[in-house]
């Protein structure tokens, strides 16, 4: 019954910005940490934000390098990935995952709950 639904992906030129939203139904998304997953063509998935349920606290990767945020509006039921000058790079399916547990987290392992992703493209 849990739903993630992400959306707001699409084709953009390096330098550009993009907002990632992802809707959750059917659990109580304010008790959980969220984050946000990708996998580029070729590579393995990989860790990008998380945050937590209360969103004082988030993490993020090193290869984002500061350009990107995670947010949470726990009103709406929806977190966001906000992402700066985009690169190449950065080019991939972008997943919205729900934690296990209040506290965020880098691992997979962690989040029970997925969406099915939604297209990033950077063109250079």
């Known amino acids: 019954q849990v739903q993630l639904v992400e959306s707001g992906g699409g084709l953009v030129q390096a330098g550009d910005s993009l907002r990632l939203s992802c809707a959750v139904s059917?659990?109580?998304?304010?008790?959980?940490?969220m984050g946000w997953f990708r996998r580029a063509p070729g590579k393995e998935r990989e860790f990008v934000a998380t945050?937590?349920?209360?969103?004082?606290?988030?993490y993020y990767a090193d290869s984002v390098k500061g350009r990107i945020t995670i947010s949470r509006d726990n009103a709406r039921n929806a977190v966001y990935l906000q992402m700066n000058n985009l690169e190449p790079e950065d080019t991939a399916v972008y997943y919205c995952?729900?934690?296990?547990?209040?506290?965020?987290?880098?691992?997979?392992?962690?989040?029970?709950?997925w969406g099915l992703g939604t297209q990033v493209t950077v063109s250079s």
């Open positions: 995952a729900g934690g296990k547990y209040s506290t965020g987290s880098l691992s997979a392992n962690d989040y029970n709950y």
């Open positions: 059917g659990r109580t998304f304010s008790s959980y940490a």
């Open positions: 945050i937590t349920s209360s969103g004082r606290n988030t």
